[in-house]
C-alpha cells in the first residue's frame, strides 16, 4: 500500500515511520510512505502557503494553488489514490474506517496547518475528510500518523499471528482484562493471587469479570451494547455481591 503525505512540515513524520511496526512495514516493502513538502509547490516567490481569510478574521488559510499543484503532481505515480483532508469538520475516524482504508492500493493524506484549507480544495480535490477526535490539535499531521499507524498494522503481513489483525474484527468491543509480568512484588504491590493459582479456569472467569467490570465503568456506551451470556451474568452477580452489593446494592443500616 502506498500513502502520500502532503504537509508543510515534511521532518514530523521522520521518527514515525522508521521506528517500530510501521518502520519494519516499510522495511519490508509492504507499505510505501512518501512524504511531500506542499512548500515545493508554492509559486510565489516567498514560497507562501498560506494567506489571510477573504471575510477577515482570525489567523490564516491554506491556499489552495500549492495543494492542487501536488496533488496533480503526484496523480499518476502510482494507482489512483484516495485523497483524504485531515480536518476537525471530517467525519470521526474509527477502526471500521481503518480496515476500509486498509483495503486500498493508495491513499493521499492532505496535512492542515493554521485556520485550515480554502474550502475549494475539500471540495473539488479530495474524497472524504477524517477527524481522530473531538480535540484540538496544531494541524493535520499527527492525525496523519494515526491513520498510517492504524492502517499498517492491519495490512496483511505486517503482524505476527500471535497479533493478527483480522481476529479483532470478530471480537467484543469489551476493554481487556488486567495485565501483570514479574516481578511477584512490585515494591509492595503483589500480583492477584488468582493469576498464580495455576487454575486455568478460574484465572478465565477472573479475567472475564474484570473486563466486564471495567468496561461498565469506564466504557458504559460499550457495555450497554454488549450481549452478555448467562455466565457473564453469573459472573458480574457474583464480583457485586464481592463488593458488599447483593441484591438491595447496600448494607442494611446498623445499630449505634
Ligand atoms: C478558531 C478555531 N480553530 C482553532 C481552535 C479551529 C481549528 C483549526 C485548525 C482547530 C484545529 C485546527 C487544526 N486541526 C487539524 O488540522 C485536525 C484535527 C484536529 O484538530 N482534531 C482532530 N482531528 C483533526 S484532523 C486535522
Known sequence: MIFDILTIFPAMFSSPLEESIVGKARERGLIRVRVHNIRDWATDKHQMTDDRPFGGGEGMVMKPEPIVAALRALKDDGPPAKVILLSPQGRLFNQQIARDLSLLPRIALVCGRYEGVDERVAEHFTDDQISIGDYILTGGEIAAMVILD???????????????????????????????????????????????????????????????????????????????????????????????????????????
Not at 189 to 205: A, M, Q, T, Y
Not at 212 to 226: A, G, I
Open 150 to 256: 492504524s492502517v499498517t498494522r492491519l495490512l496483511p503481513g505486517v503482524l505476527g499471528n500471535a497479533d493478527s489483525a483480522s481476529a479483532e474484527s470478530f471480537s467484543e468491543p469489551v476493554l481487556e482484562y488486567p495485565q501483570y509480568t514479574r516481578p511477584q512484588d512490585f515494591e509492595g504491590w503483589s500480583v492477584p493471587e488468582i493469576l498464580l493459582s495455576g487454575n486455568h479456569d478460574r484465572i478465565r472467569r477472573w479475567r472475564r469479570a474484570q473486563a466486564l467490570l471495567r468496561t461498565s465503568v469506564r466504557r458504559p456506551d460499550l457495555f450497554s451494547r454488549l450481549e452478555l451470556s448467562a455466565e457473564d451474568l453469573a459472573l458480574l452477580e457474583a464480583a457485586g455481591e464481592e463488593f458488599g452489593g447483593g441484591q438491595s446494592g447496600r448494607e442494611p443500616d446498623r445499630e449505634s
